[in-house]
C-alpha cells in the first residue's frame, strides 16, 4: 500500500520492592609517560547522586494529581505517582546511560512528527546546564525525566487525543493500550537498564511497516527542508516526453534531490533541456504516488504537487503518523484493509516482516459531504450468498420517495449487492458485497 494518506478501516481476522541503590563515583586517572602540560583534562561524566525518597513524596499533592516542579504546581501524569510509589519514592535516573536513552528519545520527539517541546526538553536542558549539587535540582530533573517520558509514550500509543472526539460520528478505532509505568520500573531495574529502556520505548511504536515508511519519509522532508533553495519548476505549457524546455534542468533536479529519478550517467549538456524517457518514468512514477494521473505530462497540477516544499507536506506526514498510531497493532496475519482516500480494498497475507497482496480492487464508500464511512476494525464472520438488499431510507429518498418504507430486492442478477455479500458485525451498517 504505498498512498501516502495511509488506510482508514481494517478488519481483522508487576510492583517491585522499594531499591535504592547508591551510585559511587569514581574517576581514576592513571599517569602516562610524559604528559603534555596543554593536555585539558576529560570533562567528567555527568551522573545524579540519589536523592532521599521523601523529598520525592512530598513534591506530590495527596490526590497525586499535581506536582511541584521548581516553585510552580503543574498538573502530573496519571501514571506519575503510581510509577514512584511503585518504587518506593525512589530516585529513577541515576544511571547515566539510561537517562541519556530517556533524554534522547525525548529530544527527537519531532521524528514520530511530535513536538520535543511537549515533553519538557526545554526545562530538562536548563536544568542540564546548570549546577546539579542541590538535592532540589535533582528531584526536578528526576520528575521531569518521568513525565516527560510518561507523555511521550502516551503520544507513541495513540492516547495524545481521542480521535472519537476530533471526527465525531466516523472515527471508532481499537485503542492501543500498555503499563508504561510497570515496563519503565522493570527496565530500570534490569541488568541493562538503557538498553532495556530503549527497547520498550521502541516496542511502544506501531508494528506496522507502514508507519516505519512513513516515518523515513517524515525524516527525509525535514532534511530536504534544511535546504536554503528548492528547485521551482516554472509555469508555461504542458511539458510533454521528448519536448526541450528550458524548464527541464529544474525538473530533474527537483526528482533527483528526492530520488525520485537516479540518472545513470551523467547528463550530456546538450540534452539538458531535453524531457528524455529516464525523466518521464520518474515523473510517471511520481504522478502514481500522489494520485495523480501517470501519463508523464507536467501539467499545472503535477507542477503544483512538484512546487510543494518538503516543509508544508510535513504536517501531513505528521497527521498520519498519528493515525497510524490510532490503528490496533495487530491487523491479522490475513485481513481485508480499504483505504478510504483511495477508494481500494486489498486482502492482505503476512510476509516476512511486510505483507503480500492476495486481492486489490475498487470500492464504493460514503461522500465527503454527507454520510461518510466510519473507521473501525471488526472481525469478518459471515459470507452470504445470493443475498436480498433492504433499500435504506437515504437510498429510496434520492429515489424520489418522500415516506421511505420497507423495501426489498430479491436475489438474483439485477440485485446491487451481486452474488455475495460479507459481513462482519458493527453499528455502522458497512458490509462488503462483489458490486461497485
Known amino acids: ?85 511503585g518504587r518506593a519514592y525512589a530516585q529513577a535516573w541515576t544511571d547515566p546511560a539510561a537517562r541519556d536513552v530517556v533524554l534522547e528519545r525525548l529530544r527527537g520527539a519531532a521524528d514520530d512528527g511530535l513536538r520535543p517541546e511537549d515533553y519538557h526538553t526545554a526545562d530538562l536542558d536548563r536544568l ?88 523515513a519519509l517524515l525524516a527525509r522532508h525535514r532534511t530536504l527542508a534544511a535546504r536554503p533553495d528548492w528547485p521551482t519548476v516554472l509555469p ?27 540518472p545513470v550517467v551523467p547528463v550530456d549538456s546538450a540534452f539538458a533541456n531535453l524531457y528524455d524517457e529516464a525523466l518521464a518514468a520518474a515523473v510517471r512514477s511520481f504522478q502514481e504516488e500522489h494520485g495523480l494521473t501517470a501519463d508523464g505530462v507536467v501539467e499545472q497540477t503535477t507542477r503544483a504537487a512538484l512546487n510543494t516544499r518538503p516543509e508544508d507536506l510535513s504536517p501531513l506526514l505528521a497527521l498520519n503518523l498519528e493515525r497510524w498510531r490510532w490503528l490496533p497493532d495487530d491487523l491479522g496475519a490475513r485481513h481485508v484493509l480499504v483505504n478510504l482516500p483511495t477508494y481500494e480494498l486489498a486482502v492482505r497475507d503476512r510476509s516476512g516482516e511486510g505483507w503480500a497482496e492476495a ?35 437515504s437510498i429510496q429518498r434520492e429515489m424520489g420517495y418522500r415516506r421511505p418504507r420497507l423495501m426489498v430486492r430479491g ?13 462482519f458485525p458493527n453499528p455502522y451498517g458497512i458490509y462488503f458485497h462483489d458490486t461497485t
Not at 135 to 161: F, H, K, Q
Not at 239 to 262: C, F, H, I, Q
Not at 411 to 423: D, E, I, S, T
Open 1 to 85: 500500500m504505498r498512498s501516502r494518506r495511509g488506510p482508514l478501516l481494517a478488519l481483522t481476522l508487576g510492583g517491585s520492592g522499594a531499591c535504592l541503590a547508591l551510585v559511587a563515583v569514581a574517576l581514576v586517572l592513571w599517569p602516562a609517560a610524559g604528559p603534555s602540560p596543554s593536555a585539558e583534562p576529560a570533562e567528567p561524566e555527568l551522573r545524579l547522586e540519589p536523592v532521599a525518597p521523601v523529598l520525592i513524596r512530598a513534591r506530590f499533592s495527596l490526590d497525586g494529581d499535581s506536582v511541584t516542579v521548581g516553585t510552580a504546581a503543574m498538573p502530573a501524569h496519571p501514571a506519575l505517582a503510581a510509577f514512584y510509589a
Open 128 to 215: 542540564l546546564a546548570g549546577p546539579h549539587d542541590a538535592d532540589s535540582v535533582r528531584v526536578d530533573l528526576d520528575l521531569l525525566l518521568t513525565e516527560g517520558v510518561l507523555r511521550y509514550a502516551d503520544a507513541l500509543l495513540g492516547r495524545r487525543v481521542a480521535p472519537d472526539s476530533l471526527y465525531r460520528g466516523v472515527w471508532f478505532p481499537a485503542r492501543r493500550t500498555a503499563d508504561v509505568g510497570g515496563l519503565l520500573r522493570a527496565a530500570l531495574a534490569a541488568a541493562a537498564p538503557a538498553d532495556s529502556l530503549a527497547a520498550v520505548l521502541d516496542g511502544l511504536h506501531p508494528p506496522h511497516p507502514e508507519y516505519a515508511a512513513l516515518r
Open 236 to 262: 508555461g505549457e504542458p511539458l510533454r516526453p521528448g519536448e526541450r524546455s528550458a524548464r527541464v534542468p529544474a525538473l530533474r533536479e527537483r526528482l533527483t534531490l528526492t530520488g525520485d529519478y537516479l
Open 359 to 393: 486481492v486489490r480492487m475498487g470500492v464504493v464508500i460514503g461522500r465527503r459531504y454527507g454520510w461518510k464511512t466510519p473507521v473501525f476494525s471488526d472481525t469478518l464472520s459471515m459470507v452470504v450468498f445470493n443475498p436480498t438488499w433492504s433499500i435504506p431510507a
Open 411 to 423: 436475489p438474483g442478477p439485477w440485485n446491487p449487492l451481486g452474488r455475495v455479500k460479507f459481513v
